[in-house]
C-alpha cells in the first residue's frame, strides 16, 4: 500500500472552464469573505474570459502571495 500524501494536488492541470470549457481562463483576485473562506481549503478564484463565468478551482497560491 501507498500512502497518498499530495494526491489532490496536480499543479500542471489546466484549468479549464465549467460553463464552455475554455482554458482561457484567468485567476481573479479574491476579495470578500467567501473568498478568504475558499483560499483556506485550497480553491482559487477564476474567471473565464470567454464567456466571463466565475468559479472556484483548487490550484496553488498565486507567487506574489506570502502567508508566511
Ligand atoms: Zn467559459
Known sequence: MREATHEEEEPRRKV????????DVRRSKSEGFL??????????PFRC??????F???AEPPDDLHFH
Open 56 to 58: 472556484y478551482r483548487h
Open 16 to 23: 479549464s472552464c465549467p460553463k464552455c470549457g475554455s482554458s
Open 49 to 54: 474570459r470567454s464567456c466571463r463565468v466565475r
Open 35 to 44: 473568498s478568504g473562506l475558499a483560499r483556506m481549503f485550497g480553491r482559487w
